[in-house]
């Protein structure tokens, strides 16, 4: 059974940090393209970051470049995401995202709420 948990989300004041982690199980995590994604109130999912599975290429979105950074741990099955210097703006759900490099396969996380507020 293919799962992807995420963790790590919560209550945070603006220029505070969390780190969001993402534990897959069900599949060959080390052959899949690990992403990032969020979704504000009235807004459609964004890509934030991602990272590949061999080369570990990351990508970001220009709106978290500097500031939150993707990692991964194949030994793990886990990839995280370091948010640092937090703006109100990045209040969402935030999604982990697999996508298979051989078989196109997509598995979703269930989301964890992060919340940047005074």
């Known amino acids: 059974q293919v799962q992807l948990v995420e963790s790590g989300g919560g209550l945070v004041q603006p220029g505070g940090s969390l780190r969001l982690s993402c534990e897959a199980s069900g599949f060959t995590f080390s052959s899949y393209t690990m992403s990032w994604y969020r979704q504000a109130p009235g807004k459609e999912r964004e890509l934030v970051a991602s990272?590949?599975?061999?080369?570990?290429?990351?990508n970001y979105a220009d709106f978290v470049k500097g500031r939150f950074t993707i990692s991964r741990d194949n030994g793990k099955n886990t990839v995280y995401l370091q948010m640092n210097s937090l703006k109100s703006e990045d209040t969402a759900v935030y999604y982990c995202?697999?996508?298979?490099?051989?078989?196109?396969?997509?598995?979703w996380g269930q989301g964890t709420q992060v919340t940047v507020s005074s």
């Open positions: 990272i590949t599975s061999r080369t570990y290429r990351k």
């Open positions: 995202k697999g996508f298979g490099d051989y078989s196109a396969a997509v598995y």
